[in-house]
């Protein structure tokens, strides 16, 4: 199975970043996690990143907050899938992490995932790893059909309550 790497711009951004680790291991994605900033450390994100076909690694999510943009270095630098996550917080409360994620140039797509929404990222992340691996795509199938049972349940409670 291919892994996923999680890039975040800076340890702060852990908190919404575990949520990603959280989806990763439920569904048993190999995945590795490190610190690395577009403009700190611009040579270490472009050597990671421009291997990482090679390491085995299938997607890449980067977090970032402000207007690190960090997601679009990773894509300037790979042809694998990178889904960007907008970290909030700053001056602008993430608006500036959003814009600098979602605006990249024709020919260097992102995939942006709400701000802190780290975990839809890593459900992305899986789901572009299952079109390549059955035992995967079902695994999502059937977390799909448990997430609409917990709804049906829960109108259920909500009728028997009427």
């Known amino acids: 199975m291919k892994k996923v790497a999680v890039i975040m711009g ?8 575990e949520k990603a680790f959280g989806v990763l291991r439920e569904f048993g994605v190999p995945f590795e996690a490190h610190v690395m900033s ?4 611009p040579d270490e994100v472009r050597e990671f990143v421009s291997s990482a076909r090679a390491n085995g690694f299938g997607v890449i999510i980067a977090c970032a ?3 690190a943009h960090l997601a679009g270095v990773c894509a300037a630098a790979t042809t694998l899938p990178v889904i960007g996550v907008p970290v ?22 992102v995939a942006t995932v709400a701000m802190n ?23 999502v199938e059937a977390a799909r ?6 709804v ?3 109108d259920a409670a909500l009728q028997e309550k009427l």
């Open 38 to 41: 577009a403009h700190r450390t």
């Open 88 to 109: 909030k917080g700053g001056m602008l409360d993430g608006l500036d992490a959003l814009l600098s994620t979602v605006q990249m140039p024709t020919g260097i797509p």
């Open 152 to 154: 049906r349940a829960k």
């Open 65 to 67: 907050g402000m207007a």
């Open 10 to 17: 800076s340890d702060s951004d852990l908190p919404v970043v």
């Open 117 to 139: 929404g780290a975990a839809n990222a890593a459900h992305l992340a899986v789901e572009i790893l299952a079109l390549s691996d059955e035992a995967l795509a079902e695994a």
């Open 145 to 150: 059909f448990a997430g609409a049972e917990k």
